[in-house]
């Protein structure tokens, strides 16, 4: 009896072989030609986000308001404060982030553009990294699921606790943070878009070259990631926290890393 796996494996040599007759002009007739206008394409559906700051202001102060486990809260808090990918905060390992020199260094396995990724950490996301260590550092992950500390824990983790505080899939998501803050960046007219979108890592390989490897990239980077966090700590409080900030603004390491 011949396995449904060995069908598949020919039917797919047999569609690939279709294909290249036709990419190479050695095929009579095209056989897909019948299928234009039978097959639709998926509609794009963006990921729910805040992007006007009043809105953005609640979600912020609901997760640092947040009574659900601790590195759950402070699981969502770094996606508000440095917008990364979701997967590349979950899976984060303590390995990569240096927090004397405040730089979180993200392999290139585990980012999009298949390249490194320097981030640069503001006071803020020092001192709330300081504490999650204190309850995960025993192990490689930063971020663990809560039943074993070898497994990273799920976005749907994420995702969850942000209906408990209130935000519906079609407002906020993990992976929104990005939209909001790049919504939020660009909008103050305070910095660069190059800047905002090499910080995203959305940025091609001729960006690459001139964001990520001009030490004026990086600082201008630093002082928006702090910006940023003093937007945030803002929200949390409801009214700029003048002693807060000065806390974490002064944790801050003075020697800079570039990239």
């Not at 006071?123 to 025993?138: D, F, Q, V, Y």
């Not at 909001?180 to 690459?208: I, T």
């Not at 030490?215 to 926290?241: N, Q």
Request: with cysteine.
């Amino acid at each position: 009896m011949v396995s449904e796996r060995f069908v598949g494996t020919f039917e797919k040599a047999a569609v690939e072989n279709i294909f290249n007759a036709i990419a190479t002009a050695r095929a009579e007739i095209d056989p897909t030609a019948s299928l234009k206008g039978a097959l639709t394409s998926p509609v794009a559906t963006p990921r729910a986000a805040l992007t006007k700051m009043e809105d953005f202001a609640k979600l912020v102060r609901a997760i640092w308001t947040y009574d659900g486990g601790p590195t759950t809260r402070t699981g969502l808090q770094p996606l508000a404060l440095l917008c990364p990918r979701p997967g590349e905060l979950r899976q984060a390992r303590w390995a990569e982030f240096n927090l004397d020199e405040a730089v979180w260094v993200i392999p290139k396995e585990r980012t999009k553009m298949r390249r490194e990724h320097r981030k640069p950490l503001s006071g803020l996301a020092i001192n709330i990294l300081t504490e999650l260590r204190k309850l995960t550092g025993s192990g490689p992950l930063a971020f663990p699921a809560s039943h074993t500390t070898q497994r990273p824990m799920s976005e749907n983790t994420l995702n969850t606790a942000l209906r408990r505080l209130g935000f519906s899939a079609d407002l906020a998501t993990s992976h929104g943070f990005r939209a909001s803050a790049s919504s939020l960046l660009n909008g103050s007219g305070k910095w660069s878009p190059d800047a905002v979108e090499a910080e995203l890592g959305h940025v091609g390989a001729d960006q690459v070259r001139r964001a990520y490897h001009r030490t004026t990239y990086w600082e201008k980077r630093v002082r928006m990631t702090e910006w940023w966090a003093d937007k945030i700590a803002a929200c949390a409080a409801e009214r700029p926290p003048s002693s807060s900030l000065a806390r974490h603004s002064s944790n801050r390491p003075n020697k800079r890393v570039g990239v």
